[in-house]
């Protein structure tokens, strides 16, 4: 069996949006798990919308998910060129080919008169097919008229069909499909201003490109009929395999809607959002592998990808779900790639300058691992790290667990004895465990009633991180020179104490 060539051919008309990332995905699936080729082709014949900056988002969004593409924009090949506006003439020379082999005809009709027939037949309750007007005018009027009318060139399907009944083909995912020929109107493969409709451009391209397998959205199940007609009119014998892939909504069953933010590649993006995880949910949108297993990499997912375990049921875009995977992807990032991700939200939040040295850079890369298990998106780590860089008594104190220990004499006693053996040299942790120690046997206390004031004490928070890898980062903190100051544990105690109506003695 020949390795497979497939294409992810997006129009550059807004966002990448995740259903298509999926479709991309399964392409790239498909083709790395068979040494086959992946490719990508841009669909830009709609001028008005299709923008050079869309084009370059949704690469960069590709890029971003690691699915970068062995052939097309960007990569070249010999099958080009890969934008369909820069293949105008060869669409225009194969229309012409179909009309001399009498599979197409020109179309005289003008938009308001394909109304009224589109309105009459919905008056009527029938399917809206064009009545085929001026599929009986003589060829050589035809080419005279031509010559001084504008026109469209429409597909003849009646011909295409050869007389059978119906289009039927087998899909990868659907099984057998069946189209009666009686509901396929002769359809435009080139309009009046000669740019190709949808369903001729991508069988042009992809035979010239040799693709051998369409793995698209659902849909486009219904297009595959007119396209397989136009394969069979330019003389194609061995047809691609077809996939086409369920669709994706959100949990409460509507379709991902692509003026919701959340719905694009590039939000996730924004958001600070582990390629790996995206990829990892996006690849069990309608495919599972045989062990049931959700949290994978990239690696896992290509040894296991088959198209023959894809569903043909929507396909749910749970967030929850994805967070889920996110926290763990995460968590498994090392330092500098986290310090990478988290300087944009940290510059963001004022706190962070990216001209910082190489030390600050490997204290950010600390401080994103502290909390990487509990992130699903970097841009969460401003909410979790603010008790670092915006620490004031007040805003300590609103929070009722830290009032609470600062009133009570227990908790208090635990933290002026603390307070006490401040001063000196930086709190790594093993002198934190020997301070906690020492506190321990003078005041008689311990598990809880010990660690939690001593929490309360050192960070200003009631909950957080294990101490044993917070107080160092906050001691190494305090002693950089980032555009937001952290207060050292010394500094937030004495405050705290102070605060409250009683300084610590060192």
Request: glycine share 10%; proline share 6%.
């Amino acid at each position: 069996m020949s390795a497979p060539r497939v294409r992810f051919a997006p129009s550059p008309t807004g966002d990448l949006h995740v259903g298509n990332a999926r479709t991309a995905l399964f392409n790239w699936l498909h083709a790395r798990g068979r040494g086959g080729t992946f490719i990508l082709r841009i669909e830009d014949t709609d001028a008005a919308r299709s923008l050079p900056e869309h084009e370059t988002g949704l690469m960069e969004d590709l890029r971003w998910l690691g699915l970068g593409w062995d052939e097309g924009v960007d990569e070249g090949g010999d099958a080009g060129p890969y934008r369909q506006s820069e293949r105008l003439e060869l669409y225009r020379g194969k229309a012409e080919e179909l009309i001399e082999r009498g599979f197409a005809y020109p179309c005289f009709c003008s938009l308001e008169r394909l109304e009224e027939e589109r309105a009459a037949q919905r008056e009527a309750g029938l399917v809206s097919l064009y009545s085929g007007r001026c599929r009986a005018i003589p060829g050589h009027e035809a080419a005279r008229r031509r010559a001084g009318e504008p026109a469209a060139i429409r597909f003849n399907v009646a011909a295409g069909a050869g007389g059978a009944a119906a289009v039927n083909f087998e899909d990868r995912v659907h099984g057998a499909v069946r189209f009666p020929v009686t509901q396929i109107g002769d359809f435009v493969v080139l309009r009046r201003d000669a740019r190709p409709s949808y369903n001729f451009a991508v069988v042009v391209d992809d035979l010239q490109m040799r693709v051998t397998h369409v793995i698209r959205g659902d849909d486009h199940l219904s297009n595959t009929p007119r396209q397989i007609l136009v394969y069979r009119a330019l003389g194609v014998a061995s047809l691609p395999e077809f996939a086409h892939l369920p669709l994706i909504v959100g949990p409460g069953g509507s379709p991902l809607s692509k003026r919701e933010g959340a719905a694009t590649v590039a939000w996730f993006r924004r958001q600070g959002y582990p390629p790996e995880a995206l990829l990892n949910h996006l690849a069990l949108l309608g495919w599972s592998p045989a062990d049931g297993q959700e949290f994978l990499t990239r690696e896992e997912i290509v040894a296991r990808f088959d198209l023959a375990r894809v569903s043909r049921a929507p396909a749910i875009f749970d967030v929850q779900k994805l967070d889920a995977l996110a926290a763990r992807h995460m968590a498994r990032l090392p330092g500098p790639r986290l310090a990478a991700m988290a300087a944009g939200p940290l510059e963001e939040a004022g706190w962070w300058d990216h001209a910082a040295g190489p030390e600050a850079w490997e204290w950010a890369g600390r401080l994103a691992l502290l909390f990487a298990e509990r992130l699903s998106r970097m841009a969460d780590l401003v909410k979790e790290a603010a008790f670092l860089f915006e620490f004031s008594p007040q805003r300590s104190l609103a929070d009722i667990q830290v009032r609470k220990a600062l009133s009570d004499p227990g908790s208090r006693r635990v933290i002026e004895a603390l307070a006490r053996r401040l001063a000196g040299e930086p709190l790594n942790a093993p002198r934190f465990q020997a301070l906690a120690e020492d506190v321990r046997r003078e005041c008689g206390v311990k598990g809880r009633d010990l660690y939690h004031p001593i929490r309360i004490a050192l960070t200003g928070t009631a909950s957080g991180p294990e101490l044993v890898r917070l107080l160092p980062l906050i001691e190494d903190g305090s002693r950089l020179k980032l555009r937001g100051r952290v207060a050292s544990c010394a500094e937030r105690a004495r405050a705290l104490l102070a605060a409250t109506g009683s300084e610590g003695r060192s």
